[in-house]
């Protein structure tokens, strides 16, 4: 199952420079870093990223975190993916860019 972390694109450069991420502010502040589900990332970036440009998409295969993944109870209950160590460049299946069309991030095939 692919999870998903929405960048802004100094947060992929430094993955991309270090090889590993502890993740944005909000993740440092909370000790994890939060992903969503394919059914939960627009929201997410419509909650989180309201008209913020130069976002990248991050696609993480979920059964490769082992159990330093965790599916805890937020945003209305729902159980969101958080990740309890740095990203690393190799947990990454792919990115793509996340352009604002008419103020609305347009999203990619996710599959």
């Known amino acids: ?56 998409l991050v696609a993480v295969d979920a059964d490769g975190l082992g159990d330093n993944l965790r599916w805890e109870p937020s945003r209305g209950g729902d159980l969101f993916p958080h990740l309890y160590r740095p990203l690393r460049d190799s947990d990454v299946v792919w990115h793509r860019p996340l352009p604002l069309v008419d103020g609305l991030h347009h999203f990619p095939d996710m599959g």
């Open 1 to 56: 199952m692919l999870i998903y972390k929405i960048l802004r694109a100094p947060e992929w450069d430094a993955l991309q420079a270090d090889g590993s991420t502890e993740g944005a502010p909000v993740d440092l502040a909370d000790g994890f870093i939060h992903f969503s589900t394919a059914a939960q990332v627009e929201e997410t970036a419509l909650k989180h990223f309201a008209d913020v440009p130069g976002l990248l």
